[in-house]
Nanobody
Framework: QVQLVESGGGLVQAGGSLRLSCAAS????????MGWFRQAPGKEREFVAA????????GHADSVKGRFTISIDNANNMEYLQMNSLKPEDTAIYYC???????????????????WGQGTQVTVSS
């Protein structure tokens, strides 16, 4: 089992920045991928960013490219999402996810992840 705990959410004005963190514990040696997803009220959970734990390869949704950056700290089993130039449409609950399924690339679909955190709220005011 892998446990994931997010932190760093909050209220920020449009144009501001936040950094989300995700602490992984448990059988972290079995993780191959980590990712961030978000879900706004009344909408489906959508992909934000993902990273291959071994290779460091990353992928970002078109809506956040150039503004958000995913990174990891392998030694401390941490995942981060640096969010800059935030917009009101970025308002959502952000979820950390992990996958123990091997794949040489990057996973973009939520069904590819088998562990999830509880989520952290990000609210961007206009």
């Amino acid at each position: 089992q892998v446990q994931l705990v997010e932190s760093g959410g909050g209220l920020v004005q449009a144009g501001g920045s936040l950094r989300l963190s995700c602490a992984a514990s448990g059988r972290t040696g079995s993780m191959y991928h980590m990712g961030w997803f978000r879900q706004a009220p009344g909408k489906e959970r959508e992909f934000v960013a993902a990273i291959n734990w071994s290779s460091g390869s990353t992928g970002h949704a078109d809506s956040v490219k150039g503004r958000f950056t995913i990174s990891i700290d392998n030694a401390n089993n941490m995942e981060y999402l640096q969010m800059n130039s935030l917009k009101p449409e970025d308002t959502a609950i952000y979820y950390c996810a992990a996958s123990t399924r091997y794949y040489s690339g990057v996973y973009y679909l939520k069904d590819d992840y088998n562990y999830w955190g509880q989520g952290t709220q990000v609210t961007v005011s206009s």
